[in-house]
């Protein structure tokens, strides 16, 4: 974060999204040291969440697809093998562990 709020331009906009992470943690995240710059470039931060846009979903559903489908995006998951490893799944969620989407793959 250090690098991006250093480098803000006047009227900066930052999107907050993805926080799973630190649930558990025993200690609040480190702050940024250029956090000030968001006073000096009179940014705006804010938090949303998947709630705030849930009515938009078909929307994203089909434009998503068709990236996809023309092989203009591709999705980034962690599969983990076998329903007995859902602890551990789990935990990778809370420890940051996962790239993208996390699936269990259920044997049978």
Excluded: W
């Amino acid at each position: 974060m250090d690098a991006i709020f250093a480098r803000l331009n006047v009227g900066a906009r930052i999107a907050l999204c993805g926080l799973i992470s630190g649930y558990n943690s025993a200690e609040p995240p480190p702050g940024p040291r250029a956090f000030a710059n968001l006073l000096v470039q009179r940014a705006t931060l804010q938090g949303f969440i998947i709630l705030d846009h849930l009515h938009r979903a078909p929307e994203a559903i089909a434009e998503i697809s068709g990236l996809i489908a023309q092989g203009r995006l591709t999705p980034l998951e962690t599969v983990v093998e076998g329903f007995e490893q859902l602890p551990t799944a789990i935990n990778m969620l809370f420890d940051g562990k996962n790239i993208g989407k996390l699936v269990v793959k259920v044997s049978g």
